[in-house]
């Protein structure tokens, strides 16, 4: 699995903070790590953005984004609106591939969920994904309403004939409520896919040093982690 393609079933679901997990658990194991975002938008040209926060919290990767625009808006919308050259599937998987040419593995970012366009021709994050023959980590949330949005991103994976790896819930809460615990089960189910991981409520917060050490821990053996969905669900259910 040189390069995976991480999305999200849309925004502020976790999906930055995921990506840096697990690229800490690969580096941890010993590999090498690049991180591509493939459209950034919402930040200027000085700004830190995502890449750079998953290197800020992993550690040593490579980062990359193959565009950037300034408001935080849909990457074709964004481009238009900036006056610039949107991203294109294509240029995105081109620059997946040449990292992978140095890299153990390469995690591809994309921006919103799957099926955000990138361009007027209606390009997305799964074309990409087409292009680069590549899994897909879906990043979900916790609570109520998660069960939908995950089981429409996973029926257009299968559509497309394209391979979803699993799904990692991005914020998992102290207290989960009723909704959360029974998500749990019913996440791996209507995914058709296994739960790869859990990340703590406010992980993203945590130093640089604690997020390394404790992120293998988020992240299944898959993923170069230690987490254990069996153990998870016994402690959601407790």
Avoid at 136 to 149: I, K
Wanted: hydrophobic fraction near 50%.
């Amino acid at each position: 699995m040189p390069i995976l393609v991480i999305t999200g079933t849309g925004t502020e679901v976790g999906k930055t903070v995921t990506t840096a997990a697990v690229a800490a658990a690969a580096l941890a194991a010993g590999r090498t790590v690049a991180v591509l975002k493939a459209a950034q938008t919402g930040v200027g040209p000085d700004e830190r953005g995502d890449a750079a926060e998953v290197a800020r919290l992993a550690g040593p990767v490579t980062v990359a984004e193959v565009a950037r625009y300034p408001e935080p808006l849909a990457p074709a919308t964004a481009a238009q609106r900036a006056g610039r050259d949107p991203v294109r599937p294509a240029d995105v998987a081109e620059a997946a591939q040449k990292l992978a040419t140095e890299h153990d593995l390469v995690l591809v970012e994309g921006a919103g969920g799957l099926l955000v366009r990138f361009d007027e021709a209606g390009g997305t994050l799964a074309d990409v994904a087409e292009l680069l023959r590549a899994p897909v980590l879906l990043v979900a949330s916790a609570g109520l309403g998660t069960l939908n949005t995950t089981e429409l991103t996973a029926r257009e994976l299968r559509g497309r004939r394209l391979e979803l790896l699993g799904v990692v819930i991005g914020s998992w809460p102290g207290t989960p409520d009723l909704a959360m615990r029974c998500n749990v089960t019913d996440l791996p189910e209507v995914s058709g896919a296994p739960l790869l991981g859990a990340l703590p409520e406010g992980a993203g917060a945590l130093a640089p040093a604690d997020f390394r050490a404790a992120a293998p821990g988020w992240v299944a053996p898959r993923l170069d982690g230690t987490w254990r969905a069996e153990a998870f669900r016994e402690a959601a259910d407790a």
